[in-house]
């Protein structure tokens, strides 16, 4: 029996069923008062650009008549008065000139006596004065008319033309009257019309129109050239109290404390005598506020310190004229430029007047730094690329950066350290060390000998000044300490090397009493610097004479003043009275740099570049005496030596002549006297090589 089950409730429809959900209608917004949206426009209306601009213009030129009628008014006062005097003493009086104070007290009362004297004539004999002269005049005048009526009579014989000139007279004052009835009632309607419109021109040529009302250019000072009341109104509003007051009882002869404008370069350059109270380190410390109140940016104005007593030089650039690039290098743009060490001028850039920026690098130690990216290297470099066209001139180097910014020189430098390690800073440390021997064995030269320009170069010296590394003895090779070897061997540089022509340049970054000891920075002859983050760097790098007298790479903008360089040195061109100057180096690439240097080398009878190779490594002393001789057809034993050291102090810092000599033993290549001197032959050591090379083959076979 099969049970049929039946489901009651099954949906035989499969279809989904859909709900549908009932939404009330959105009750209707309240609409807006009148008032409200009224209000609302107007709002728009009155607060809209144009409408504003519309205002500003209106006020504006408004404005200009009432300005111009002050102007007018004021300049007619000053004309008959003694207020012109008076102004003059306040500002000398103000300036603690009082000589001057007195002489224009003097003036002024000599004007009112003057003026007292006149008036008093005037009055007392002015109206009969006046009666005199009409009289005389109108009698005169009808007299001679008559007497040409005479002679015109005589002449025509008719009696009548005595009267005919004295009614041509008349006639013509009948139609004069005329005229001035006819011109009369116009000419009183269009007076005043025509009064504003001369007090307006005045005021639109002075701009008498409060700042808010100017135009938009006008008032961003956007290209405004800058004139003597522009200097005194941001001087008054540089928020020095007492310069403030003394601007004010000066007047409009404040000015007074300003030299005549004069064009310097791309911008303008102006002397302030301040006011007797107003130190200069006041205007010093508000720079950037003097720049904005004169509508330039900070890095546009300059402030330094001249000879003269309470007095500051404002240097004010043209807007945006220093974002422009300078042109390039003579370097690079005159093929056939050589260079003199000792009486010639590296072309570095220009100064901010725009002249050439020239510097000497004879016998002068130097130092570069700034902060990183600034363009140290390259403006380093090319005093050295300029220098290397002297061909008497000789380059150790050392580049503790090793990106290859110095690789050009290869075949130029004698010796050449590429690298950051501190494997590296040992190598540059003995290379420095060895121009100190050098240095020594000029000085004991007989008295009279000249020597060539040795330039010891470190780029990135601060790695050296920071190595932690320690030598066999327990010394330091970094730090500024006696026992540190890298500082005492530049500390005797700086001492003794400028009287035998070895030379110390060093490049930094960011520097400190850490990574430039204080006694190393002092011993620069000329010291540059880029942008830096603070005055105490900028003092660490200039000294706090330069920094006093002006001079503010800290306010060099990171980035943007990319090779502009802040110089104190004897051997530039630097206005007098103060004691740095701003320029802007040229640009050297490595490609005009590698050109400059392939110059350099068809100058030069062929250097042989010493690259130090890492320590430990085994040496060939036969194929390194080779290399250290290079294309010279024979070298001193002594010479020879000082190369082999270094190339490799480790190896060759202790040899003697007899080692060498001990080395070169059976070879064919010994030693031999030339002209009184040992000397090594470079043709004897390459046949000795080519000798062992093919007794090496033949045992290998």
């Known amino acids: 029996m099969s049970e049929n089950v039946v489901s009651l409730h099954k949906n035989p429809d499969p279809t989904p069923v859909t709900t549908l959900t009932v939404v009330p209608d959105p009750a209707p917004a309240k609409p807006v008062p009148l008032w409200l949206r009224s209000g609302r426009a107007l709002r728009t209306a009155v607060t809209h650009d144009a409408t504003r601009t519309t205002a500003r213009t209106v006020a504006r030129h408004g404005l200009y008549v009432a300005g111009g009628a002050r102007i007018v008014a004021k300049r007619a006062w000053d004309g008959r008065t003694a207020a012109r005097y008076e102004r003059y003493m306040r500002t000398a009086e103000a300036a603690g000139n009082f000589e001057a104070a007195a002489e224009w007290e003097e003036r002024g009362q000599r004007f009112r006596d003057a003026r007292h004297r006149r008036r008093r004539m005037d009055l007392l004999h002015s109206p009969l004065d006046a009666a005199k002269g009409a009289a005389v005049t109108t009698g005169m005048g009808i007299g001679g008319l008559v007497l040409l009526g005479v002679a015109m009579a005589v002449a025509t014989k008719d009696a009548t033309e005595v009267v005919t000139p004295l009614m041509a007279v008349i006639k013509f004052i009948n139609l004069m009257v005329t005229i001035v009835q006819v011109v009369w009632g116009p000419a009183v309607s269009l007076a005043p019309f025509l009064a504003l419109l001369a007090l307006w021109s005045v005021g639109a040529h002075q701009q008498a129109a409060p700042q808010w009302a100017l135009p938009d250019r006008v008032r961003n000072g956007e290209g405004e050239p800058i004139t003597p009341s522009i200097v005194v109104k941001a001087l008054r509003d540089l928020g020095v109290p007492a310069l403030r007051n003394a601007i004010k009882e000066m007047g409009d002869a404040g000015a007074s404390m300003l030299s005549p404008i004069v064009i310097a370069g791309c911008g303008v350059e102006v002397d302030v005598t301040l006011p007797s109270g107003v130190s200069t380190i006041e205007v010093q410390g508000r720079r950037r506020k003097l720049a904005e109140n004169l509508a330039r940016h900070e890095h546009e104005v300059f402030i330094t310190i001249p000879q003269a007593a309470r007095t500051v030089r404002l240097w004010v650039a043209d807007s945006g004229a220093l974002d422009e690039p300078i042109g390039p290098s003579p370097l690079v743009t005159d093929d056939t430029l050589t260079a003199d060490y000792a009486k010639g001028r590296a072309p570095w850039g220009q100064d901010l007047r725009g002249d050439a920026a020239a510097l000497s690098l004879y016998q002068r130690h130097l130092l570069i730094t700034g902060l990183s990216n600034q363009g140290k290297t390259v403006a380093l470099r090319s005093l050295a690329l300029w220098l290397s066209l002297d061909k008497s001139v000789q380059f150790l180097m050392g580049d503790l950066k090793g990106v290859g910014d110095w690789a050009m020189f290869d075949g130029l430098a004698q010796v050449l350290i590429q690298g950051p390690t501190d494997e590296h800073v040992i190598q540059v440390t003995e290379m420095v060390e060895g121009a100190v021997e050098e240095m020594n064995r000029r000085i004991q030269a007989p008295p009279g000998t000249t020597f060539p320009a040795l330039i010891v170069l470190v780029d990135e010296a601060q790695v050296a000044f920071m190595c932690p590394v320690k030598d066999e003895e327990g010394r330091y090779y970094g730090g500024a300490k006696a026992t540190s070897r890298y500082f005492m061997a530049v500390r005797k540089i700086h001492n003794q090397g400028r009287a035998v022509n070895v ?50 790479p800290n306010l060099l903008r990171p980035g943007l003043d990319q090779g502009t360089l802040v110089v104190a040195s004897s051997g530039i061109d630097i206005p007098k009275g103060q004691s740095s100057i701003t320029v802007r180096t040229h640009y050297v690439d490595d490609d005009a740099a ?77 030693p031999y006297k030339s002209d009184g001197r040992m000397v090594v032959s470079r043709d004897q050591i390459t046949r000795a090589l080519a000798h062992r090379e093919a007794n090496d083959s033949a045992s290998g076979a």
């Open 503 to 552: 030379l110390m340049w060093q490049g930094t970054q960011d520097p400190t009493d850490q990574n430039l000891p204080k006694l190393v920075r002092e011993g620069a002859h000329t010291r540059a610097s880029l942008a830096l983050g603070t005055e105490s760097q900028a003092r660490m790098a200039l000294g706090d004479k330069a920094v006093d007298g002006g001079a503010a």
């Open 594 to 670: 590698e050109a400059i240097t392939d110059r350099a080398k068809a100058l030069r009878d062929g250097v042989t570049t010493l690259h130090v190779v890492e320590r430990g490594q085994e040496r060939d002393p036969l194929a390194d005496i080779a290399a250290v001789i290079a294309d010279a057809p024979r070298l001193r034993t002594q010479d020879v030596i000082k190369r082999l050291s270094a190339l490799d102090g480790d190896a060759y810092g202790d040899w003697s002549p007899g080692d060498l000599t001990r080395v070169l033993d059976g070879t064919g290549a010994e």
